[in-house]
């Protein structure tokens, strides 16, 4: 159904055949379709990353410039995205506006209570190639590939000890404050 006086429509006769979202005109279907088969034509100048579309290209350039045009009014703090200073303002307002329906528990984004979910779903989508083992995020899995590959990110300033986790690295480093 058209909205009469507006250019919005509610109606979206173009479908994408591969995820099924609509779209209003054809050109917007055309702009998704990119999305699918990876085709960026609009290039990073300074390191060559490739976006669908050119906000996106802007807000990416802003990592390389510093730029933070988005303010919080309440502790100054800046963001490169209008969408990052409206979850930010949620620290001061408290609000929570997504609810767990299984245990009632309430999160700032979507995404945090996504993951909460995995805790009654059981889902564990992130699996390690090495050995099959299954994590629940992917920040778990690349944690635990450190048994594979041996590598230790995270050195003691104090004695260059290494550690595979930071939460390690903060215990060590406890010892040389008493020797101190």
Known sequence: MEVKGTVHSVEKPYTCSVCG????????????????????????????????????????????????????????????????????QRVHTGERPFTCSECGNRFTESSTLLKHQRVHTGERPFTCLECGKEFTTSSHLLRHQRVHTGERPFACCECEKRFTRSSALLRHQRVHKQLQ
């Open 21 to 88: 979202r609509g779209f209003c005109q054809s050109s917007g279907l055309s702009k998704h379709k990119r999305s699918h088969t990876g085709e960026k034509l609009w290039k990073c100048g300074d390191c060559g990353k490739g976006f669908n579309y050119p906000s996106d290209l802007e807000t990416h350039r802003r990592s390389h410039t510093g730029e933070r045009p988005f303010t919080c009014l309440q502790c100054g703090k800046g963001f490169t995205q209008s969408s990052d200073l409206l979850k930010h």
